[in-house]
C-alpha cells in the first residue's frame, strides 16, 4: 500500500484497459473483538491499515480506455480511503 502519493499531469491513451488503479487489503476480523474471522483478508476491519491513503489524482487526460475491456475506467478503487479526485 502507499501513503499520500500523487498521479499528476499523465496522458493515457488507447490504453485498452483502466488507465489507474489502488487497491487495498481489509483484516481478518468480522467483528470488533475478532472472535467471528475468516481465513482471508476480506472482513470489513480496516483497522490494521493495509490500504492506499491519501492518493491524489490531478490533471490527468485519459481517452480511448477499455478498447478491449467493457467495464474500464480512468480510476479504478477498492478498499482505497481518503482519494482526491
Given at each position: 500500500?502507499?501513503?499520500?502519493t500523487?498521479?499528476?499531469?499523465n496522458e ?6 483502466t488507465?489507474f488503479?489502488?487497491w487495498g ?5 468480522f467483528?470488533?473483538?475478532?472472535s ?5 483478508k476480506?472482513g470489513p476491519?480496516?483497522?490494521?491499515g493495509?490500504q ?11 481517452r480511448e ?6 467495464q474500464s ?13
Amino acid at each position: 500500500y502507499h501513503r499520500n502519493t500523487t498521479i499528476s499531469n499523465n496522458e493515457a491513451a488507447w490504453i485498452g484497459d483502466t488507465a489507474f488503479a489502488a487497491w487495498g487489503h481489509s483484516g481478518t476480523c468480522f467483528n470488533e473483538n475478532c472472535s467471528w474471522t475468516t481465513p482471508y483478508k476480506v472482513g470489513p476491519d480496516g483497522r490494521g491499515g493495509e490500504q492506499p491513503r491519501y492518493t491524489r489524482i490531478i490533471g490527468n487526460l485519459v481517452r480511448e480506455v477499455g478498447i478491449w475491456q467493457k467495464q474500464s475506467s480512468m480510476w479504478f478503487q477498492a478498499l482505497t480511503p481518503q482519494t482526491y479526485l
